[in-house]
């Protein structure tokens, strides 16, 4: 009998314990679910946030427009950004790659209710900026995708911004635009120029005809080094340099050449197949030659070519003519002596 009562007794535990798993198994399953449901509404309002999620190395072209500018297109040939209405004229990779990154990946801070909405405030119909971008896929399949930007919105801070052929509108923050803030001539590699300093700076040659004067000293160096970080290779007439483009800038026969003689520190072997080195500085010269003057927006510029750079550049005149006044000034002075 008091067998039978353990039995009972033992029986009942189990049960109890039994069920108390099974209602925490069911609590756990709760909770499980109900952070799954929340993950999945999480990710699900982010989703709806985001404007745009591709792979900007799948993206073969891009152009972009900011009102009363002339719409930049570029595209992808041969692995490399070119720009798309002249392929010889050369890009500046990183920059170009930076649009694409920005266009590929874009969020959104809020969706605007279109309910009701006064749309025409949003200034989408005459946008501020628009841009368009093309993918293609692994089978060769493209898709473009073109977005415009309209007015600022006091209210979400931030601006309407829409993708044609969605009926979504978004408010995004300022940021985008800011990859896109360049004139053809600003993306474009025209090279890089050195830079001097008082340091490095050594010297001045300027040639004129069959006269060349040879220019140095502490003034000099102030003068040519702020006339040297003038000249910016961005800043460039034309980057063909055939018959008809050095006949139309005067640079067939260049009137003025102009060396910036600096320092350069390089490293070299101390001895033939020696694994010792050392470091020497050594003289170089960059080489300008002068053409003629010519006019843009209402400003007089100087065309000039650079030894071992492939575009036609432009200075201001008057950074020509302070070159030239320097050459008279000195030649003057010789005369006197």
Same mark, same amino acid.
């Given at each position: ?6 039995? *009972?007794?033992?029986?009942?535990? $189990?049960? +109890?314990? #039994? ?16 952070? *799954? ?19 900007? *190395? ?25 720009? =798309?209405?002249?392929? !010889? ?15 590929? &990946? ?5 969706? +605007?209710?279109?309910?009701? =909405? ?6 989408? @119909? ?17 898709? @473009? ?20 052929? #969605?009926?979504? +509108? %978004? /408010? /995004? ?10 004139? $053809? ?50 800043? %460039? ?6 018959? !008809?483009?050095?006949?139309? %800038? ?7 050449? #102009? ?19 050392? !470091?020497?500085?050594? /003289? ?17 510029? !100087? ?14 005149? &008057? #950074? ?18």
């Amino acid at each position: 009998m008091k067998q039978n009562k353990r039995m *009972r007794t033992m029986v009942i535990m $189990l049960c +109890v314990v #039994v069920g108390i798993f099974i209602v925490y198994k069911m609590a756990q399953s709760m909770n499980d679910a109900k952070e *799954r449901k929340e993950a999945a509404e999480q990710a699900a309002q982010q989703s709806e946030l985001m404007i745009a999620e591709y792979d900007y *190395r799948d993206a073969v072209a891009l152009s972009y427009t900011k009102r009363g500018n002339e719409t930049v297109s570029v595209e992808i040939q041969n692995s490399r950004w070119v720009y =798309a209405p002249d392929p !010889t004229l050369p890009l500046n990779q990183t920059t170009v790659a930076y649009m694409a990154n920005a266009l590929a &990946s874009m969020g959104a801070q809020s969706i +605007v209710n279109l309910e009701g =909405a006064d749309t025409a405030a949003f200034g989408l @119909e005459d946008p501020e900026w628009t841009f368009s971008v093309t993918y293609e896929a692994d089978d060769g399949t493209k898709t @473009e995708h073109t977005y415009v930007q309209g007015s600022y919105n006091e209210f979400g801070k931030g601006y309407y911004f829409k993708e044609l052929g #969605v009926e979504k +509108v %978004y /408010i /995004i923050v300022e940021g985008l635009t800011q990859f896109f803030e360049y004139e $053809l001539h600003e993306i474009v590699d025209a090279g890089t120029f050195p830079v001097l300093s008082a340091e490095k700076f050594e010297s001045v040659d300027i040639t004129v005809g069959d006269e060349t004067r040879h220019l140095s000293g502490d003034d000099v160096a102030d003068d040519f080094i702020t006339i040297c970080d003038l000249l910016k290779p961005s800043a %460039y007439a034309d980057h063909h340099i055939n018959e !008809t483009t050095l006949q139309k %800038y005067g640079l067939v026969q260049p009137h003025t050449e #102009v060396s910036f003689n600096y320092k350069e520190t390089i490293t070299v072997a101390d001895t033939a197949g020696a694994t010792s080195t050392s !470091t020497i500085e050594q /003289i170089r010269g960059f080489k300008i030659q002068l053409g003629d003057t010519f006019e843009r927006d209402g400003e007089s510029y !100087t065309a000039y070519l650079a030894d071992g750079y492939t575009f036609i550049y432009y200075m201001p005149t &008057s #950074v020509a003519n302070s070159i030239l006044t320097h050459f008279s000034a000195d030649l003057a002075a010789e005369g006197e002596q």
